[in-house]
């Protein structure tokens, strides 16, 4: 079966439908990030200078500023490719909104 152009459009999500919920957190802010296992300091240049901090419970803790939800997913992508599992993903602080 092909569909054509026209009716694919109705499928799509249009882009008022992708909008994240009212009262989710901004794109931008500080993240922490943690994974199950330890890492060393030296893979903090592997995410682009981020800070990692190995709790005593045996995860890591990955924290640093993200600008936008792009670099969030690029992110999370790399901790993907580790293979670490992902325990939590917090935003503990969004950025001072300049008037």
């Not at 152009?5 to 909008?19: A, C, K």
């Not at 939800?69 to 293979?83: E, I, P, T, Y």
């Amino acid at each position: 079966m092909v569909i054509s152009t026209h009716h694919m459009r109705s499928y799509l999500p249009t882009m008022s439908d992708t909008r994240a919920p009212s009262g989710w957190p901004d794109e931008a802010g500080i993240y922490e990030i943690r994974l199950a296992g330890l890492l060393e300091a030296r893979w903090a240049v592997w995410f682009d200078g981020m800070t990692l901090t190995q709790a005593s419970d045996g995860t890591t803790i990955i924290r640093g500023q993200i600008t936008d939800q792009a670099a969030l997913h690029g992110l999370l992508q790399r901790v993907r490719d580790l293979g670490l599992p992902l325990l939590s993903l917090t935003q503990t602080q969004q950025p001072t909104q300049k008037n």
